[in-house]
């Protein structure tokens, strides 16, 4: 069964500063991987996707993220944070094959300090 | 593409009361998810339509939850009798048959039981 792990519940940083999310999942196939953002009483929203061809993805707000295969892993990075990207994150993983499914991850909270 | 809508925004009621909510997903998308969502958790999949057959339920969906999507257009969530335990945000998205387009969510219902 696929899953999804997401260690960090709060990350905390200072507006400007770069972010990393950490996202590792467990599938035994190549996964479609997404990442999706949730501002407070809202909907999901996509913020990129990876299902195959370059491991670098890019996606909106000026987002991205990477798949590393051998990590199993899929971290979310943005190099200058808004105060604007405060908001609860969620990483996702789909079977190539069968059900389409996804799997979410319990989330990670980005506190961000002026 | 005005996006996926969700009916009522927010549903308090009491215990043992029946509830339905309704979710209008994007007019070209074919398949159709339920989740729910608690505090500090992800969405936690309920049941799945692709156009007017429901193709999954969660083994966890108690036997009080029915969905239905006629005509493969909307579809209703309805909860009978319902328990405190059901406090939740219940989030509604859609996609196409192409699952590297991931999913788009609506804004959710948020259901309070006294």
């Known amino acids: 069964a696929q899953s999804v792990t997401q260690p960090d519940i709060h990350i905390t940083v200072s507006e400007g500063a770069s972010l990393e999310l950490r996202c590792n999942y467990s599938?035994?196939?190549?996964?479609?991987l997404f990442w999706y953002v949730q501002s407070p009483g809202q909907g999901l929203q996509l913020l990129l996707k990876y299902f195959s061809g370059d491991t670098l993805v890019q996606g909106i707000k000026g987002f991205e993220a990477e798949f590393k295969r051998s990590q199993s892993s899929f971290n979310l990075r943005k190099p200058s944070v808004h105060w604007s990207d405060a908001a609860e994150y969620f990483c996702?993983?789909?079977?190539?094959?069968?059900?389409?499914?996804?799997?979410f991850g319990r989330g990670t909270s980005l506190i961000v300090h002026p | 593409d005005t996006g996926v809508s969700q009916n009522p925004r927010h549903k308090i009621t009491k215990r043992g009361q029946n509830v339905t909510f309704r979710c209008d997903p994007i007019s070209e998308h074919n398949r159709l998810y339920w989740y729910r969502q608690t505090l500090g958790q992800g969405p936690e999949f309920l049941t799945y339509f692709q156009n007017e057959a429901q193709l999954e339920k969660s083994r966890l969906l108690s036997d009080r939850f029915s969905a239905e999507r006629p005509k493969g257009s909307f579809s209703t969530l309805e909860i009978q009798r319902t328990e405190q335990g059901d406090s939740a945000m219940y989030l509604c998205?859609?996609?196409?048959?192409?699952?590297?387009?991931?999913?788009?969510f609506g804004p959710g219902t948020r259901l309070t039981v006294t």
């Open positions: 599938y035994g196939a190549t996964p479609y």
């Open positions: 996702a993983v789909l079977s190539s094959g069968g059900s389409y499914i996804p799997t």
């Open positions: 998205a859609s996609s196409s048959d192409r699952a590297t387009i991931g999913q788009y």
